[in-house]
């Protein structure tokens, strides 16, 4: 499992990056051009610029993700349903993208493997956890000798 954990923490702090990365050129920019986005694919969302979506990106794909990516780092219970759900978030925020877009493009793509990549680590992770024994209680006269 620390294959797949180590798979999962790298995967959260990628999303984690890049989404920071972009919401704060989203944020700073919000008329796009800094990522040679044009305003009008915006036409048939509820945003007239990309400030708004720049917060949302920020605070579900860029802290969210790095939050996850802590606890993930050191082991937080119940560290698996957080990994899944961030897959589940990243894999809605790209589906409801596309349909306020009207457009797919590859990185569409890569995004959305990834959020199928955290599932999946998630999933395998919360299985393990709810499978593996747990911690042996000390007793007071045990922990003295």
Not at 35 to 50: A, C, E, G, K, R
């Amino acid at each position: 499992m620390k294959t797949v954990r180590v798979i999962a923490t790298v995967a959260l702090a990628f999303l984690s990056i890049t989404a920071i990365w972009g919401a704060n050129l989203l944020m700073q920019d919000p008329t796009g051009r800094p990522m040679d986005i044009p305003v009008s694919l915006l036409q048939h969302s509820p945003f007239h610029s990309f400030f708004i979506p720049g917060i949302i990106l920020l605070v579900s794909n860029g802290l969210l993700p790095l939050a996850f990516t802590v606890a993930t780092a050191f082991r937080k219970l119940p560290y698996g349903r957080w990994i899944a759900f961030q897959g589940c978030v990243l894999f809605g925020w790209i589906s409801i993208e596309v349909i306020m877009l009207r457009e797919v493009v590859w990185l569409h793509y890569v995004y959305w493997g990834l959020a199928l990549v955290l599932v999946a680590c998630g999933w395998a992770l919360h299985r393990h956890e709810a499978h593996a024994p747990a911690p042996a209680l000390k007793t007071v006269a045990a922990s003295r000798h």
